[in-house]
């Protein structure tokens, strides 16, 4: 009876498009065009990935100086944000105005 069963069973059981028996899907020639661009995009960039624009030694320490003179803007910046300094007289000049040391 299994066998018979097996044999004669018509259609996919259950989801059609997910699972273990599911319905394998039509490939279509807008699938290939597009597999075949992304495959030769990927050449592409694997081309030039593998030629670099700087040597090893031209490498080192390129952007020191750029990224020394970003960092004193963005300090710069940040200080520019503080109030200036202010000294305690300037706070305590309001009080004994008036008092001398020799009376």
């Not at 394998?24 to 699938?31: A, Y």
């Not at 075949?36 to 694997?46: I, K």
């Not at 030629?51 to 750029?66: C, D, F, I, M, S």
């Amino acid at each position: 009876m299994f066998l018979t069963l097996m044999l004669l069973r018509k259609g996919i059981p259950g989801k059609q498009w997910i699972g273990k028996h599911r319905r394998p899907r039509q490939i279509t020639w807008q699938m290939k065009s597009k597999m075949v661009n992304h495959l030769e995009r990927e050449a592409e960039n694997e081309y030039w990935l593998s030629r670099p624009y700087l040597t090893k030694e031209q490498e080192v320490g390129h952007a020191a100086e750029r990224r020394a003179q970003t960092w004193l803007q963005i300090k710069a910046a940040n200080f520019a944000n503080f109030p200036e300094h202010k000294r305690i007289t300037d706070h305590l000049s309001h009080l004994r105005i008036t008092k001398t040391w020799s009376s």
